[in-house]
């Protein structure tokens, strides 16, 4: 049977639509993060989200009203698109194309299954922390539970990864050729998700042994992300040099820029537990340069990523034209990901160090540009899930290399 959608030739990338939704939902929740006071905790909840909407006025009252909607559409989105993988996923396995697919360098793409599932666990919590009542007064119950999840997930990350690293050691056969782009970073994207899950109890919780094994553990998975990128960058580029880029695999040249998200985010947890558990603390021009540092990785690497795209006219042919491409949810990541650092460049870098004003026109000015970004991601989501997932003139998605 001729399929009659993109989404009928399966590939483990369409973890990344639910990957996509998942980061979305966390770009909504920013704006309780930095606009509702939350006095004495880290993070706001949903008691100071309910006083803010009865004491606000009626602008204040729409915008939670609209992070409420958003963040409760993409949770919904991020799960449902989970489901729908993990059934394929698991039918997948059984078959012809799966036993190819593990003998090519795509081996390293299952990697968007542990990717998928940390950042389903985040987009949870989240969802918990701004519409559940009373949770904070469990919350320390909770830390262990969710680093017990993420070990979990951890563990499968590493037996995939494992296995990846293994066969190529033993067997060889590592397509450098096809390896002209950036998506041997995905496994390091995965590690760094697990990892500043891990590093949430170092921001919120008061136990110090707790805080501590977070710290333990987040820094595991952080160095194994940055090595992994590392590395992975710079065979990326030899052989881009050598052989150019590939079309379809294009949107994986911006995947640096959610990385610096997840690492930055994971960094700024660590220091707020060491500072306030183990008077380690880290003053507000540190946290600037480094978030400058990180946000101008984004900026470098995103610009990049967009120049190669427009050589390919990627937009023009996957996008908006005839040709699919599962790759195209790897674009999602890249505009949440700039659009989350963003709020905290802004916030706990430049407001923080008096650079410029809360509320001013300047701010509202880097606003802008968070949120087009952010509202950008939004529309891209629902048009990639009707393209792929709808009903298409085109017979079948181009498969990933």
Not at 194 to 219: D, E, K, Q, R
């Amino acid at each position: 049977m001729t399929p009659s959608r993109p989404s009928d030739t399966y590939s483990p990338m369409y973890f990344l639509a639910s990957l996509g939704a998942g980061g979305l939902s966390v770009s909504f929740f920013m704006w309780f993060m930095f606009w509702v006071p939350h006095p004495g905790r880290s993070v706001p909840i949903f008691e100071d989200i309910f006083a803010a909407f009865q004491n606000g006025s009626a602008l204040t009252q729409a915008w939670i009203i609209a992070a409420w909607l958003g963040i409760a559409t993409f949770v919904f989105l991020n799960i449902k698109a989970l489901v729908w993988n993990l059934s394929r996923y698991n039918a997948w396995k059984h078959t012809e194309a799966f036993a190819k697919f593990v003998k090519t360098n795509a081996q390293s793409q299952l990697m968007a299954l542990p990717l998928a599932l940390a950042m389903t666990v985040n987009g949870l919590f989240v969802a918990g922390l701004v519409f559940v009542p009373g949770l904070w007064s469990i919350v320390e119950y909770l830390f262990p539970l969710a680093m017990i999840a993420f070990l979990a997930i951890g563990v499968l990350a590493f037996r995939l990864y494992g296995h990846f690293i293994a066969r190529i050691k033993v067997e060889g056969g590592f397509n450098h050729a096809a390896n002209n782009s950036f998506g041997q970073i995905l496994p390091a994207f995965a590690f760094a998700m697990i990892g500043v899950g891990l590093a949430a109890p170092a921001a919120m919780s008061t136990n110090t042994t707790v805080v501590g094994f977070s710290i333990v553990l987040s820094t595991l998975f952080f160095v194994t992300a940055a090595l992994i990128a590392g590395v992975a960058l710079i065979l990326g580029i030899r052989s881009m040099l050598d052989h150019g880029t590939n079309a379809e695999t294009a949107p994986t040249l911006m995947i640096l820029v959610p990385l610096m998200t997840i690492l930055g985010i994971l960094m700024l947890r660590q220091n707020h537990g060491l500072g306030v558990q183990f008077e380690a603390h880290t003053s507000d021009a540190e946290t600037f340069v480094l978030l400058t540092r990180l946000v101008a990785i984004q900026v470098l690497f995103g610009m990049f990523g967009w120049l190669i795209m427009a050589r390919h006219n990627y937009a023009k042919r996957f996008i908006w034209g005839n040709e699919t491409s599962v790759m195209s949810y790897a674009l999602v990541c890249p505009g949440v990901g700039f659009t989350v650092l963003m709020h905290f460049f802004i916030h706990k870098g430049l407001v923080a160090v008096h650079l410029v004003d809360k509320f001013s026109a300047g701010y509202w000015a880097l606003i802008a540009i968070a949120t087009l970004s952010q509202f950008a991601m939004v529309a891209l989501v629902f048009l990639l899930n009707r393209r792929h997932f709808g009903t298409q003139r085109t017979p079948a998605a181009v498969p990933a290399e």
